[in-house]
């Protein structure tokens, strides 16, 4: 597969405009990366349109980063965090996708850099994500970005019957200096 490199993407939050292309990259990512995605992709194909505009739409509790090769989405990465008070201070990362012929462009990082800084803009003091251990690649960017291991889910994930381990990452955003 021919790599693509956009000359100059755009990452920018997702709005109900964007919900058939969120949609076609989350079916896209559901059919051929199951261990990135928890929805099947039969479970991600009756997602209504609602649903989906409501999942895009940016509020004070969650938002959706695309990135775009002009007027194509290419990538995807969502934030959300808890209403509760005891839980605000802290976010998680879901969603990271990046079309396969966009990889290796560093559009992963850029969403990842886009979604830091809006949690940053929340004050808040922690991001989290989970990882499954069959996603080496991801797992790698998400250390190199100053992720820490701080658990394992085992059996995290059920894949056709096959178990796989999930790994709980966290990212300090008032102590980076936090060893792992």
């Known amino acids: 597969m021919n790599k693509t490199n956009p000359t100059n993407p755009k990452i920018r939050p997702l709005n109900e405009r964007d919900a058939d292309a969120f949609h076609a990259m989350r079916l896209q990512a559901a059919e051929n990366y199951p261990a990135g995605i928890v929805p099947t992709y039969e479970e991600e194909a009756r997602c209504t349109r609602v649903e989906t505009e409501a999942r895009v739409r940016a509020t004070e509790y969650q938002i959706v980063f695309g990135a775009f090769d002009g007027d194509k989405l290419v990538g995807i990465t969502g934030l959300a965090r808890e209403p509760r008070r005891k839980l605000a201070h802290k976010a998680l990362i879901w969603g990271v996708f990046v079309n396969p012929a ?48 701080y658990g394992v889910e085992p ?26």
């Open 102 to 149: 966009y990889r290796g462009a560093g559009l992963a990082r850029q969403l990842l850099e886009s979604a830091v800084a809006h949690a940053r803009t929340l004050g808040l003091v922690q991001v989290q994500l989970v990882v499954s251990v069959k996603n080496p690649r991801a797992q790698a960017l998400y250390r190199s970005f100053g992720f820490v291991r």
């Open 155 to 180: 059996r995290g994930l059920c894949i056709d019957g096959e178990y796989a381990d999930d790994e709980l990452m966290v990212l300090f955003l008032d102590n980076p200096a936090v060893p792992d």
